[in-house]
């Protein structure tokens, strides 16, 4: 990195931390704090909804997935706009009406103190896991890449967050986002049009696409019912919307994002803006990463991308055998770029097509064959590299300035989220548990107080969980591994309280329990796809409360 992009990327992080600390200074009550004042119009909310699920991850993992194994993971979403209609018609309404600060707020009145405490609960350990995985998952990656010390770089992540989140609360979060969203949306479009430029001669885009398409990474829909096939249209459009419901309507990091709007049209006119650009926001970040698969088409590319696993086995015994695997992907790579550019000239030759296959084929074997070595070399060392292949395209091939701004538009990402996240958390705390259970009457700036202490608490809570968590298959995938393993058991809590209004409180306490020892087991023996447990759990604590209800007598509402 040179001085012009440490430049860039100080200056836009530091700018957003001290301007949203400063615009959203003293707040006078609860609602200020925690709802924002409920001043925020339609397209604040909808940039905050993107912004929030919109993690570094996002941007680090979804083009290294694409490089990898093409645009069909776009399918995972295709269940969001679905859900953004239910949640408009039905939670919406429902929340305003009843002006909760939190989603869990309303199960007590439809159920009772328990249940509402144990789904506040389930969601505190699920996001508090993934706060802390948000600020992990670029500051592994910039540091295995850059040299950066992984412990600091958690800590200056974390602490940037901290600070204008505990100081302006929600609002903050809902200002420094707009900000955040310019910065990303600037980024990804330049880094997409730096790219095409970079092609050979003669390769357009259009061209581009069809190089893609012949190696297999334009297959978009698989309409499939194979469950050993992750991501399918019908695991997008069942599974997704189960996951998009859970997420959307129930996680209160969400949910405080539309809360604060000023009225139910404004909360529903964002949400259906998100709807709308979410699908094809990550199909053209998807793109993106199938952009960087057919630069390296014609431009050499690592055997492995994660810097610090060819450092690993270049010291090891296994350095020479290593050698040979590297010395092969140098004459594949010669070869596909040959290859590559005769197809370029002759779009209808199926012969062309057969080779890139083989090629394709041959590389993915020496790449795997690569793995194992250093696996080998080293156990602790990541061997999964999808994660690296953005960051490494960006550090190598962009010019100054430019680089620091990818890097902001990562780290931007990751504050984004981790802001929302800390945020949610601190306010589930403070309403439904701490106020909640305290029998004395506290003012209004007392709970303020509390939720800047939670705020601080829960965001040393996540530094501490990014220092010791490890690398996952893709952190992208992690994060919505671990929110399938929750989300349907609450969606099928908050649907219980929605739609079957004669089962109570007993019973859906007790199938919650159950449930969540369920998917866990059922997860561990990888009993289906992640995608699969949403539904799974929402439909098993549904019928396992109905089924409880209907032995026991009724009780007293």
Request: hydrophobic share 50%; proline share 2%.
């Amino acid at each position: 990195m040179q001085q012009l992009d440490w430049i860039v990327l100080s200056g836009t992080l530091l700018f957003i931390v001290f301007y949203g600390a400063w615009k959203t200074q003293g707040s006078k009550n609860v609602t200020d704090y925690i709802k924002g004042g409920n001043e925020a119009k339609w397209w604040t909310i909808g940039l905050s909804v993107m912004a929030t699920q919109a993690s570094a991850i996002t941007f680090l993992s979804t083009p290294g997935q694409a490089f990898h194994s093409g645009m069909g993971f776009v399918q995972f979403y295709f269940g969001l706009p679905i859900a953004m209609v239910v949640i408009c018609l039905v939670f919406i309404p429902i929340y305003h009406r009843l002006k909760v600060f939190t989603a869990y707020e309303f199960l007590e009145g439809r159920f009772d103190l328990k249940t509402r405490s144990l789904t506040a609960i389930l969601f505190l350990i699920q996001r508090g896991l993934a706060a802390g995985i948000t600020i992990f998952a670029p500051a592994i990656i910039l540091s295995a890449v850059l040299g950066w010390n992984l412990i600091y770089l958690n800590i200056a992540i974390g602490v940037l967050v901290i600070i204008y989140t505990v100081t302006g609360g929600t609002k903050a979060v809902s200002v420094t986002q707009k900000q955040q969203m310019a910065v990303i949306f600037a980024g990804m479009f330049v880094a997409f049009y730096l790219i095409i430029s970079y092609l050979p001669d003669g390769i357009t885009f259009e061209k581009a696409l069809k190089i893609a398409g012949a190696s297999g990474k334009m297959e978009v829909l698989d309409f499939s019912f194979n469950l050993d096939n992750r991501y399918t249209f019908w695991s997008g459009i069942i599974g997704g919307s189960f996951l998009a419901l859970s997420y959307f309507g129930t996680d209160q990091s969400q949910v405080q994002r539309y809360l604060s709007g000023k009225s139910v049209k404004e909360m529903q006119l964002g949400l259906v803006f998100n709807g709308l650009l979410k699908v094809p926001m990550q199909f053209f970040i998807l793109l993106v990463g199938v952009m960087v698969f057919v630069f390296y088409q014609f431009n050499t590319s690592p055997l492995n991308f994660n810097p610090t696993a060819n450092e690993a086995v270049k010291n090891s015994v296994f350095a020479e055998e290593y050698k040979d695997l590297e010395n092969k992907h140098n004459e594949l790579e010669i070869l596909k770029s040959n290859t590559n550019l005769s197809y370029g000239k002759d779009l209808s030759n199926k012969r062309l097509v057969k080779e890139i296959q083989q090629i394709n084929k041959l590389e993915s074997s020496n790449r795997e064959q690569a793995r194992a070595i250093i696996k080998k070399a080293d156990l602790s060392v990541e061997t999964n590299d999808k994660d690296y292949v953005f960051i490494y395209f960006i550090l190598n091939n962009l010019p100054k300035g430019l680089i620091g701004l990818l890097l902001a538009v990562i780290l931007s990402a990751a504050m984004s989220s981790t802001a929302s996240e800390l945020n949610a958390l601190a306010s589930t705390t403070a309403m439904d548990l701490y106020k909640r259970n305290i029998k004395e009457e506290k003012s209004d700036q007392h709970y303020v107080n509390a939720s800047k202490w939670f705020t601080l608490a829960w965001g040393i809570m996540a530094i501490l969980v990014a220092c010791f968590a490890n690398l996952f298959d893709n952190l992208i995938q992690l994060v919505n591994i671990i929110g399938s393993i929750f989300y349907g058991n609450v969606l099928g809590i908050f649907l219980l309280a929605f739609f079957v209004k004669y089962v109570r409180g007993n019973a859906v306490f007790v199938a919650a329990i159950i449930t969540q020892v369920i998917v866990i087991i059922g997860y561990k023996f990888d009993w289906m796809p992640y995608l699969w447990l949403n539904l799974f759990g929402c439909m098993l604590v549904m019928g396992i409360a109905i089924l409880l209800q209907g032995f026991s007598k009724k009780e007293p509402k």
